[in-house]
């Protein structure tokens, strides 16, 4: 004790030292008690938690359908802790997104990602990274460059990470305004040296030899120096390129004529759009529009095209086609749009618009307002060779619901399943096959053999149909709901 007594008065003397070691025990204290804390068996282990990314997007499987496998603990923490920030209205609409990047929706994806992104409740930044990978995807270089301005304000991009996202969105579009603003305000990268990183060559001539150049010298003059070129061009005689003021007209009928004999459609209708004439790009819009495989966005300029011609017949018939193309999603842009044409004027289809009819009922509004060519009668065949004997009726899509029912009937799940499995592999484009089986997945729960099956689906059809996609997202968001309802119970 005398040993200390020192220490002790020297630190009654000084203030500062004292607080100085009350500082010190107090860090001590911290550091054990976070060590305790990381000791294993000193926290109740959380049990896995599935998110949507796991029942879409799961590791390659063999062919044969998988058991479910355990997740591993901190794989659990992580998802855990991502999933306890989202609602239950964030969860749909990831899975929604998730449904759209499993069959190849891209376009549909980036449009709903970004909705979800904006909206109040985003709070990951994992989304927006994943959405600035789509837009480099789409080629949509300017959404790229709003969503890496957004990164490199919230410090999720640092100077190397950000330079080679600039320069990535650069390959594609080397001329891209928003990126070079980028580079020069948060790189200090100016055009010389964006161009040399680029690849392109700089000019052998300096910007002095190019002025010397232009004070043209006689050959028995004697050489001058730059100062002296730039005090004799400041004293050339200004020579005015254009006189005089008047708007530009917009494109001649012959020049129209001209477009629409020599460039496709789609060039047809982006040049026309750009020149504010609407009524001159609808037909080019209507073939793009009307061919198997349209996008959305040629959708909406064709939506677009018919509202500033205000051509409101026409603007119904592809409001109708786009209600049916996005399905069960795009609630928020189908409001949007159907606002848009009742400020054109009153139409039928319009009011049956507005009670949000499922799949079915569009088919019928479709056969009612004609939008659906009507199906040409088959063809009268003469029977050349008649049988006695009345053939089967049955089909192999009969025989497999009807042996699944069987299964079903004695008990035999596991049978019904596989039947009803392997014939949706034979025939994937069969809709009548999915219900059945999606019933006996949401009863025993089963999402890993649900995973295999949309990737066995994914791999044989590229793009499956609307109908078939928008089972297996209900699918989807009814396990979400019954996963947020086990949460909320427990």
């Not at 070691?21 to 599935?50: D, E, K, N």
């Not at 355990?70 to 929604?96: G, H, K, M, N, R």
């Not at 989304?127 to 837009?135: K, N």
């Not at 307002?369 to 192999?396: D, E, G, M």
Request: net charge negative.
């Amino acid at each position: 004790m005398d040993r200390y007594a020192p220490l002790l008065d020297q630190l009654s003397a000084s203030p500062e030292a004292l607080a100085a070691v009350a500082v010190l025990l107090l860090l001590i204290g911290m550091m054990l008690r976070t060590l305790l804390r990381r000791q294993p068996g000193s926290s109740v282990p959380r049990q896995p938690v599935l998110l949507p990314e796991a029942v879409i997007r799961q590791p390659p499987r063999p062919a044969s359908p998988p058991q479910p496998a355990a997740t591993a603990p901190a794989e659990a923490e992580d998802s855990e802790d991502q999933t306890l920030s989202y609602e239950v209205d964030d969860l749909d609409t990831l899975a929604e997104i998730e449904v759209f990047l499993e069959f190849g929706y891209l376009e549909q994806a980036a449009l709903a990602l970004r909705t979800y992104v904006d909206g109040p409740s985003s709070n990951a930044p994992a989304h927006i990274r994943r959405l600035a990978e789509l837009y480099l995807q789409l080629h949509w270089i300017d959404d790229y460059s709003d969503m890496l301005e957004r990164l490199h304000e919230r410090s999720l991009l640092d100077r190397q990470q950000l330079s080679e996202a600039v320069f990535a969105g650069l390959q594609q579009d080397p001329q891209n305004l928003a990126l070079r603003v980028l580079a020069e305000s948060r790189l200090g990268l100016g055009i010389e040296e964006v161009n040399r990183q680029l690849g392109d060559p700089l000019p052998a001539t300096s910007n002095e030899a190019l002025l010397l150049r232009t004070v043209m010298q006689a050959p028995g003059q004697p050489a001058i120096s730059a100062e002296e070129a730039v005090q004799q061009a400041s004293q050339l005689p200004r020579v005015p390129l254009l006189e005089g003021e008047a708007e530009l007209a917009p494109l001649s009928q012959r020049e129209i004529t001209l477009l629409t004999s020599l460039l496709p459609a789609e060039r047809q209708a982006r040049i026309l759009l750009a020149c504010h004439q609407p009524a001159a790009a609808l037909p080019a819009l209507q073939q793009l529009a009307n061919a198997p495989d349209a996008a959305l966005s040629r959708l909406i300029d064709t939506l677009r095209a018919c509202y500033m011609t205000r051509n409101l017949p026409l603007y119904c018939r592809y409001l109708w086609q786009f209600h049916v193309s996005v399905g069960n999603f795009g609630h928020q842009l189908k409001q949007q749009l159907l606002q848009l044409g009742c400020q054109l004027g009153q139409h039928p289809l319009l009011l049956a618009l507005e009670a949000q009819p499922d799949r079915l009922a569009l088919e019928e509004l479709g056969r009612r307002f004609a939008y659906i060519p009507p199906a040409s009668p088959p063809p009268q065949w003469q029977t050349l060779v008649t049988a006695n004997h009345a053939p089967s009726s049955s089909t192999p899509l009969d025989n497999a619901l009807s042996e699944a029912e069987q299964f079903i009937e004695f008990g035999q799940i596991d049978m019904a399943i596989q039947t009803l499995e392997l014939a949706i592999l034979a025939s994937p484009a069969e809709a009548q096959l999915y219900p059945p089986l999606l019933k006996l997945y949401e009863h025993l729960g089963d999402l890993a053999r649900f995973t295999w099956l949309a990737r066995q689906i994914r791999d044989r059809l590229a793009t499956p149909p609307e109908e078939i996609t928008g089972m297996l997202g209900r699918f989807v968001q009814t396990m979400q709901q019954r996963l947020n309802q086990h949460r909320l119970a427990a």
